[in-house]
């Protein structure tokens, strides 16, 4: 109880720096005014900008946060992260036609449909390029995901040689691509609330058989466990988690990287346990993150996937560390 009592803190503690930071720092007796209705200039712009997009950095994080603890879950490896079946390349790629093409629907509209499509839509071909190859197993979902990915990647760079002009500037899409919250409103920071909910419920239904398929793909059989099945419903559950956090926060690498792994040091590897307390994490990791991205350089504004990826690459470089020393 004491450790669920700490993440708590930390996430609210988080959630309270990020409402203070930014171009013009506040105190926290100018955040609650703005919480309880205060009318002046100050505290409504605190109220419609500032504050929604701190939640919103939050529910980001969960996302990003459930989305690796499951990843790592079904291929076993600890340094398994949630972009790694394409998701990334696809939202990429959604995004670049969304501010290359010229469509019928707005910007603010078609970019996080677009990018959610693209990010579950390169899951769902590599399943089924890993379906046609004969075997849905591990192996054959990861070289899947690297040929997807790299497929992706170059259809993103030709429509960005393709597509740029003096009109329009590619430091848009690089710009989306490196990670930055947008300032939703509170409908929908409700919205993705509710999203981050789903995926918490969906995340946990999976958490007995993510265990079982951590005793190995036999004894998950002999448990009853159609494996195959079982992979590429949580692949698919898992993709959806990160392809939500993709439509408001962009491309925010290491965070589900590192989540996971900071929630098991305590926990032990029972997902159960693991899968929530990983979205905690995550909420706290983002928004601390996108306060740093915000106020470290004012007036402007550092990409919040710069800021984790700072954080989290001698991270990750500990973790491998960690994980040959065990070999």
């Not at 879950?73 to 600890?78: I, S």
């Not at 449909?113 to 769902?124: K, M, N, P």
């Amino acid at each position: 109880m004491r450790y669920w009592l700490t993440l708590l803190a930390f996430v609210l503690a988080t959630i309270a720096v990020g409402a203070c930071a930014g171009h013009t720092w506040v105190t926290p007796a100018s955040v609650l005014r703005a919480i309880a209705g205060d009318t002046s200039i100050e505290s409504a712009l605190l109220f419609e900008w500032r504050l929604p997009r701190v939640v919103a950095a939050a529910l980001v994080g969960a996302l990003l946060g459930l989305g690796g603890a499951v990843f790592q879950g079904v291929f076993r490896n600890p340094l398994a992260e949630p972009y790694l079946l394409g998701s990334a390349g696809g939202a990429a790629l959604g995004a670049t036609i969304a501010l290359l093409v010229p469509l019928a629907v707005s910007q603010a509209f078609s970019l996080p449909i677009l990018a959610f499509i693209g990010a579950w839509g390169a899951t769902l071909l590599v399943i089924g390029v890993s379906r046609a190859a004969g075997a849905l197993d591990v192996p054959t979902l990861l070289l899947s995901g690297v040929a997807v990915s790299a497929v992706l990647g170059a259809l993103r760079s030709f429509l960005m040689l393709a597509l740029s002009d003096e009109t329009v500037s590619l430091q848009v899409v690089l710009s989306w691509v490196l990670g930055g919250m947008q300032t939703p409103t509170w409908m929908g920071v409700g919205g993705l609330a509710l999203v981050t909910g789903v995926a918490l419920f969906a995340c946990l239904a999976l958490a007995s058989g993510l265990d079982k398929l951590g005793l190995g793909e036999t004894m998950a059989t002999a448990f009853g466990m159609d494996v195959s099945r079982f992979v590429a419903l949580a692949v698919l559950v898992g993709s959806a988690t990160v392809a939500a956090s993709v439509t408001v926060g962009g491309l925010v690498g290491f965070v589900g990287l590192a989540a996971p792994h900071i929630a098991r040091w305590r926990l032990g590897p029972l997902h159960r346990s693991v899968i929530p307390a990983s979205a905690a994490i995550g909420a706290g990791i983002v928004a601390l993150a996108d306060a740093i991205a915000r106020s470290a350089l004012p007036p402007a504004e550092i990409p919040l996937g710069l800021v984790t990826a700072v954080a989290g690459g001698p991270f990750f470089l500990f973790l491998l560390a960690r994980s040959r020393k065990k070999w």
